[in-house]
Structure formats: C-alpha cells, structure tokens
C-alpha cells in the first residue's frame, strides 16, 4: 500500500478539494502544499462551522498533523499572519505548520502589480487574476530577483534586495503603469516584523518531508487550483504561475518524483471557472445562473460569481492522463439533484474532425463545436448528504457516476455529496492502509 497520496484539482480549481483532503488528513501523518498562495481558498465545513484556508494546509484540523507550505508556495507573510491569528481565534492549534525557508514571499508591490497590469488589460485580454500577486511573484522567482523566506532572517540582505526590488518595481509602477509607488520603510517593517513571529515554523521543509517519506509516514501532497490553471498545461495565458498538475509535487514540496504515488484527481460533477479565458462547456443566462445558485457558485478567495458549465469529458480524460490520476473523486453530485436533464460533453469537434484533447493554442479553441449526450435527471427529495453507502443512492445518480468512470476508464473511488466532513461515500480501497 501507498504511503503518499496527491490531491489535484483536475478542472479550473474550486472541485472541492479542501473537504476531500480534510477527510484524508485524519489517516495522515503530514500535508504539503507545493505551489500556488493565498489565491487558493480550500473550504471545510466541520459541525455546521467553515473554515476556508488560503495558505495553510487544509490537514490544521487535525492535531498532530504536521502541516508543511512547501518552497514552491508563495508566501505572502502579512496575509499568513493573519490566517493564522484567525485559525489560533478558533482554538486550533498550529503546532504543527512549517513554512519552508526557501518559498518566496509576496510583497505588496507584487500585489500593486498584479492589480496594475489587469487594469491595463482590455476585453479578452484581461486573465481575472485574484490580485494576489501571485503572477509578479513566481516572475520574481524565475527572474533571481526574488526575496525567500530565509532571507528576512539575515537583516542586511533583506534590506538590500528589498530596496533593489522597489526601486524597480516603483520605476515600472509609476512610469508604466502611473500608480503611486511605495515606500521602503513600512513594508519593510512590517515584514520584519511577520518573520520575526513566523520564525518558529521557518525550517527547512524538503528535508522535513524526505525523512517523513523514509520512515514511511503517511503524506499528502495538496495541490492547489486545478490541471486547466496550471501554467504550462492550462489554458494559458488565463492560468495561474505555478505547476498545479502532479508535475509540481517534486519540485514544490523538494521530493523526488516517485514520491507520488497514488493521485486523486477531483472533479466536480459539473464544471465552473472563475476568472477569463476558454471553457467551452459553460451554460450561459438563466441555465448557468441556476446552476451557480444550486452550488453556491461563488469564489471561496474574491467572493467572484464563478462561470458554470456541465462536465466535460474531453477535458477531464486530458487532465487524467496529464497528472496520472489513479482514482477520482467526484464531488458535489447532490448539486445536480433536480436539476432537469444533465447533458455531458463527451467530444470537441472542428473543422468535421474529432479532437483528441483540448488545444493547446489559446486561438485554437474558437469554434469548436460540442458534442454531448444527455443523462437521466438525478431526483430531489433524497437524503444525498446522510447517505454513506453508494448502493442505496438513486439509480440515476449512480447511473452518472458509472457513465463519468466508463467514459474515462478510471475508477471514480469516493463520491462527496454535501460539503459536510461526513457527506462523502467511500466507493474504492482507503487511501492509506488502516
Ligand atoms: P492568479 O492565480 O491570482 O494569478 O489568477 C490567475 C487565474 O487563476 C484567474 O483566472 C483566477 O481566477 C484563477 N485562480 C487562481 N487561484 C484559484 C483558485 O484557487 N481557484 C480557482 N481559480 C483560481
């Protein structure tokens, strides 16, 4: 049996995996995030009280469970501090959470330019970033430009390479972008200041979790957005900057790649994305609407309405095969729970031809036309949320599920029909042997 699990979002983030690695993390003995920050939002409903987690990995609930953010994350400390202060407010401990001294850290001229450049930005241009400065950050890194968390702990250097960013960063700022430029002194400060109360869970993260995986503890890889996001095999340029397919576990978390064994891919029932760029499955008007109220559509990190659309097959056999997905977990089935008929896109067709797989040019993807089949509507009036046995859920909605499994010839092993811990039918072997 498998001691490490990874959890990636196999759609354009948001298919509910925070609950699905809350569940997980009780048999865990540690969870790593490995790419992306506070653009992610991973949402935990526990007796009736949500928790929504942008940085810190979702495992916190658990006591005992160490909870790494790998040097892959990026790390916005100010905005660290304060999820933490909020999780602490809750009575949960954060004994457990290390923040690797080699994640880069998100300044507020990252944000500045985040915000600046989508300003620019007119019509299809504009990707819908979370003005995080998630993007100016990663560009940062790739750059050598970048500041990590290390370097808040050696005073000089932090003050130097701080000093060297804003007098570039306010350059651009003001002459590009005519936007106020920021000064030195309070950022500076106030970083100084977060690292000083973070120090305790700065270490060294990729030993930490090489030992975890010599002594053959149980870990999860948490994957942040989705396949569709990711910045090499999304849909780029409307992606976030980070790897958050499979492919970004050995380098974000600093293990080698056959660390990943098993992969969950989650997928939600139908599809959403927030933000712009292609989704060719997406319902428009009232259809959309309905849907989006149905699941309480609406982003867990900007509160945006996020697009709504049914499931497409196309997409996900493409982000099956891209991450390697051994089992998937579909979640939010319950959400289509008198809904009318449920169409599925099984096929992308253009110019008379069939297409493999999504394009991979962002021109590419106009006109192609869909072609779906159409499900039995899965009824109201269940108890989808109490139902632990999969047996007992109404033939249509299994009927969905074992069309979904058939379509992409990859066992769909848990089905989450409610957002509470408990609303999750377990249809495959556990994850980790108990
Ligand atoms: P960024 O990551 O803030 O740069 O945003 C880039 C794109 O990724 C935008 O379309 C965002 O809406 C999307 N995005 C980033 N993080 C998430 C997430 O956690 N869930 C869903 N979409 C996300």
Redesign the pocket.
């Known amino acids: 049996m498998a001691n490490t699990a990874t959890i990636v979002g196999l759609q354009?983030?948001?298919e509910g995996k925070g609950k699905i690695i809350d569940a997980l993390a009780a048999q865990a003995k540690m969870v790593v995030r490995f790419q992306?920050g506070g653009?992610?939002?991973h949402t935990v409903v526990v007796e009736g009280v949500k928790h929504v987690f942008h940085l810190v990995p979702t495992g916190i609930l658990y006591p005992g469970v160490q909870c790494v953010i790998g040097n892959g994350a990026v790390v916005d400390l100010l905005a660290l501090q304060a999820e933490i202060d909020g999780i602490r407010a809750q009575g949960i401990s954060l004994e457990g959470l290390k923040i690797s001294d080699k994640a880069h850290v998100v300044f507020p001229y990252h944000q500045a330019l985040?915000e600046a450049r989508e300003k620019l930005r007119q019509g299809k241009q504009k990707?819908?970033?979370?003005?995080?400065g998630?993007?100016p950050c990663y560009a940062d890194k790739a750059a050598r430009t970048g500041i990590r968390v290390a370097d808040l702990y050696r005073p000089e250097r932090f003050a130097d390479r701080l000093r060297r960013a804003l007098d570039e960063k306010n350059a651009v700022l003001h002459h590009l972008f005519g936007a106020p430029p920021l000064e030195f002194e309070p950022i500076h400060a106030a970083y100084l200041a977060a690292a000083e109360a973070l120090e305790p869970y700065v270490t060294d993260c990729s030993t930490l979790v090489l030992d975890a995986l010599d002594e053959g503890q149980e870990i999860l890889f948490e994957g942040?957005?989705?396949v569709m996001?990711d910045i090499d095999h999304g849909t780029y340029p409307?992606?976030?900057?980070s790897n958050a397919s499979t492919a970004g576990v050995a380098v974000g978390a600093g293990v080698p790649p056959a660390a990943v064994q098993q992969v969950l891919g989650i997928a939600k029932a139908y599809t959403t994305?927030?933000?712009?760029?292609p989704f060719p499955s997406e319902l428009h008007g009232e259809p959309g609407e309905r849907l989006r109220e149905l699941g309480h559509e609406y982003?867990a990190?900007?509160g945006?309405p996020r697009r709504c659309g049914w499931l497409d097959l196309v997409q996900l056999r493409y982000a099956i095969r891209l991450t390697g997905t051994t089992g998937i977990v579909l979640t939010k089935l319950d959400t289509l729970a008198g809904y009318g008929p449920i169409q599925v896109v099984t096929g992308y067709r253009k110019d008379g031809l069939d297409l493999a797989a999504p394009p991979a040019q962002e021109a590419d993807w106009d006109g192609i036309e869909l072609v779906t089949e159409t499900l039995a509507e899965i009824p109201e009036g269940f108890d989808y949320a109490g139902c632990k046995d999969y047996a007992q859920l109404p033939q249509a909605a299994r009927d969905y599920v074992e069309f979904v499994e058939a379509k992409l010839a990859t066992p769909v092993v848990m089905v989450s029909t409610g957002p509470q811990r408990s609303a999750l039918i377990q249809r495959g072997k556990p994850v980790f042997a108990v």
């Open positions: 354009w983030g948001d992306g653009n992610a939002g985040d990707i819908g970033t979370t003005k995080r998630i993007g942040a957005q989705g996001l409307y992606v976030t900057s994305r927030v933000g712009a760029g982003g990190t900007t945006r």
